[in-house]
T-cell receptor, first 119, second 110 residues
Framework: DGGITQSPKYLFRKEGQNVTLSCEQN?????MYWYRQDPGQGLRLIYY???????QKGDIAEGYSVSREKKESFPLTVTSAQKNPTAFYLC??????????????????FGPGTRLTVL | DAKTTQPPSMDCAEGRAANLPCNHS???????VYWYRQIHSQGPQYIIH???NNETNEMASLIITEDRKSSTLILPHATLRDTAVYYC???????????FGKGTMLLVSP
């Protein structure tokens, strides 16, 4: 089955610790994205990557880091510099990133999310 | 800046049509209207998108006004499983990222 997976589903960390959230997709999608969602709010973009070995900051990148060494994987590290890391984190992928006329059809497919709680 | 405006919540009886409105009065000619929904504690799910013509798929219909300043997502026969937050998003053609607002919480009741 093709899809996008995130692990773990629930994650707890102590304040001051870095933690890495996993995101894997076997859809052969070029672009991948990380969003953060707080209770009662919409999603906010943290980072995105349109191709391997390249990524761009989203709206709230401070305190986060990413890598894109493989097409299938886009891990997100929540560093100790992130002042309020407790949130629901969602990963997504799409066929292509910025491009010409066909990019309007590249809807994003989302993973199930990881709920991070800082104790 | 909010590019879309949606009511915070709506109710619908099971089996009836759910009509979810969205205002996007500042939409430009190269922006598409997208709809996603998010069931509680899950990732959002793509529903439908359009530019200026009305669109229909197996999940829903999208009606866009002629001036493109507003649209309506229609779920023709709502079920309890359609209870979710529905997001209306405008996105520039050729641009990959999505900007989510707070959406509309649709509650379908028996």
């Amino acid at each position: 089955d093709g899809g996008i997976t995130q692990s773990p589903k629930y994650l707890f960390r102590k304040e001051g610790q870095n933690v890495t959230l996993s995101c894997e997709q076997n859809l052969n999608h070029d672009a991948m994205y990380w969003y953060r969602q707080d209770p009662g709010q919409g999603l906010r973009l943290i980072y995105y990557s349109q191709i391997v070995n390249d990524f761009q900051k989203g709206d709230i990148a401070e305190g986060y880091s990413v890598s894109r060494e493989k097409k299938e994987s886009f891990p997100l590290t929540v560093t100790s510099a992130q002042k309020n890391p407790t949130a629901f984190y969602l990963c997504a992928s799409s066929i292509q990133g910025t491009s010409g006329g066909t990019s309007s059809y590249n809807e994003q497919f989302f993973g199930p999310g990881t709920r991070l709680t800082v104790l | 800046d909010a590019k879309t405006t949606q009511p915070p919540s709506m109710d619908c009886a099971e089996g009836r049509a759910a009509n979810l409105p969205c205002n996007h009065s500042t939409i430009s000619g190269n922006e598409y209207v997208y709809w996603y929904r998010q069931i509680h504690s899950q990732g959002p799910q793509y529903i439908i998108h359009g530019l200026k013509n009305n669109e229909t798929n197996e999940m829903a219909s999208l009606i866009i006004t002629e001036d493109r300043k507003s649209s309506t997502l229609i779920l023709p026969h709502a079920t309890l499983r359609d209870t979710a937050v529905y997001y209306c998003i405008v996105r520039v053609k050729g641009y990959s990222t999505l900007t989510f607002g707070k959406g509309t919480m649709l509650l379908v009741s028996p």
